[in-house]
């Protein structure tokens, strides 16, 4: 599915998944009561994005042969886990970090280009055009700055960031692409 922004145009498949950097989802995670957890691995059988391993015991004293463990890197927070677990030993868990969701599409494809990097080419489209070019290696180079970028992806900068992109929206007279 293409979407225009009047800006560009951005592949909205590129950024549902990405294979080493997922995309958090919820302000919650996956963690596991190691007293009533039976290891019968259900939980990792139901984890979408195989978030979830069952690792062998060595122990012959074990009341289990397997146990689960999370890889938390890459726990999206959905709680199917939690769902299938027969014994509740499955359970969500608040994240250290609160998840701060984009109101709109146009939010969310705006933080999605500044997070890989091509926020420049939502920004300046006209590839055949030289200032556009340089512009979009100059903004480009900027924004790929890690300081820079993490500043803009911050709580306190995010807000007055999506409003000043709002603003050049409103200003091109597009303002149909904010109510997406």
């Known amino acids: 599915m293409v979407v225009g922004l009047g800006l560009s145009i951005f592949w909205q498949k590129e950024c549902l998944v990405r294979t080493n950097e ?20 259900k939980c ?8 979830i391993s069952m690792i062998d015991q060595d122990s012959p004293d074990a009341k289990r042969n397997k146990t689960p463990r999370i890889n938390r890197e890459i726990c999206l927070g959905c709680g199917v886990c939690a769902l ?17 969701h984009p109101e709109t599409t146009f939010e969310r494809i705006i933080l999605q280009s500044l997070e890989k990097g091509t926020l420049q080419n939502q920004i300046f489209n006209d590839p055949r055009r030289v200032d556009q070019k340089f512009m979009r290696a100059f903004v480009g180079a900027f924004l790929r700055l890690p300081p820079v970028k993490k500043a803009l992806l911050s709580d306190k900068l995010r807000s007055g960031f999506l409003n000043a992109m709002k603003d ?5 007279g597009k303002e149909w692409i904010l109510d997406m």
């Not at 990792?44 to 978030?51: R, S, T």
């Not at 299938?84 to 701060?100: I, N, S, T, Y």
Request: net charge positive; proline share 4%.
């Open 44 to 51: 990792a059988a139901a984890c979408p994005i195989k978030a």
């Open 84 to 100: 299938k677990c027969p014994q509740g030993a499955c359970l969500l868990e608040k994240r250290g970090e609160r998840v701060l």
């Open 22 to 41: 997922l995309s958090v989802i919820s302000n919650f995670i996956a963690g596991i009561n190691g007293e009533t957890c039976i290891g019968c691995g």
């Open 168 to 172: 050049g929206v409103k200003k091109q």
